[in-house]
């Protein structure tokens, strides 16, 4: 196995093995309850499901075990890393800037590879968020925060129902791939960029530094209209295909050209499929929806908790 194999294995058990020691800990001295030490025992044993499927990194594909159990990972992992730093805001702010070394460190990867310059650019809801994460230390406000918190877990969604870098196409083969390989830089990075966002997400969301709200959600989505219809422009004069909105490696690509078939003209030398454009955008939109409804149920939820807790200290 090569180096960043074994060294992910060794983290990743490293990491599971500290977990269950320190929430036995924690039950034993009663702060724990034992909802609190079972979530821990799962996070310990889907550590070492993760563990053993990294020998499929090979071959990496959609919904192959490797896949699915590193998805599975990071969504328990910030329920995990809040149980072990609740109450404490001082190992909250060391994670936050732990999180910023780590964007920068994949923006860094991605900078070594050979890859067309626009594919940095702040051009996609993607980059855009690794940006506002990076600066956040510095400058947060409530719209920049609800754009972080919504398309933060869109993005990684999809990313994995979508992403180019996990099947074999003319696109991967022009990179060079033999074959589909996890810890290919190149696969490496998209892929742990856009999980990361999960994590970053749910866990300052369980602290309540995130913060879901309607206004600031439709906010960041009225202004990534027009931004969407530049980059229909900007794909079709340079081949790019950010927001899935172009013929070139796009996944949708079956549904682009039988849309563009069925409705689509042209302005100038200018390709418009609008009914494709509206199913994007409402699709996106639906997403945002039922993501804003999920967060402030919850948020609604802890509210109460949290007054309940309240009225029962004064009693």
Not at 301 to 312: A, F, H, T, Y
Request: aromatic share 20%; hydrophobic share 50%; net charge positive.
């Amino acid at each position: 196995m090569k180096t960043l194999e074994i060294l992910s294995i060794i983290l990743v058990a490293l990491f599971a093995v500290f977990s269950l020691g320190w929430g036995i800990y924690k039950y034993n001295k009663k702060v724990f309850t034992l909802k609190d030490l079972i979530i821990i025992s799962i996070f310990f044993l889907v550590s070492i499901v993760l563990c053993v499927s990294y020998q499929y990194s090979y071959n990496f594909f959609r919904y192959s075990l490797l896949a699915d159990m590193i998805l599975i990972y990071v969504a328990f992992l910030p329920f995990i890393l809040f149980k072990l730093s609740k109450e404490r805001k001082d190992i909250q702010k060391i994670l936050e800037y732990v999180a910023v070394g780590w964007f920068l460190f994949l923006f860094i990867l991605k900078l070594t590879f050979k890859i067309p310059f626009y594919e940095l650019l702040p051009l996609n809801i993607c980059n855009i968020c690794l940006i506002l994460i990076v600066i956040r230390p510095l400058y947060k406000s409530k719209v920049t925060d609800g754009y972080i918190l919504c398309f933060g877990i869109i993005g990684c969604i999809m990313s994995f129902a979508l992403g180019d870098l996990y099947s074999y196409t003319p696109y991967v083969e022009s990179l060079g791939f033999q074959e589909i390989n996890f810890f290919h830089p190149r696969v490496f990075e998209s892929n742990v960029v856009h999980y990361s966002y999960l994590a970053y997400c749910i866990y300052f969301f369980l602290t309540k530094d995130l913060k879901a709200t309607w206004k600031d959600s439709l906010k960041n989505f009225i202004w990534i209209i027009p931004l969407y219809y530049v980059l229909v422009f900007t794909n079709q004069i340079f081949k790019f295909n950010f927001f899935f909105n172009s013929e070139y490696r796009n996944p949708l690509l079956s549904l682009y050209t039988s849309l563009y078939t069925f409705a689509g003209f042209k302005i100038g030398f200018f390709k418009i499929n609008l009914i494709y454009d509206v199913i994007l955008i409402v699709g996106a939109l639906g997403l945002l929806i039922i993501l804003n409804f999920l967060l402030n149920k919850v948020q609604r939820r802890n509210e109460v908790k949290n007054e309940l807790s309240r009225n029962q200290e004064f009693s």
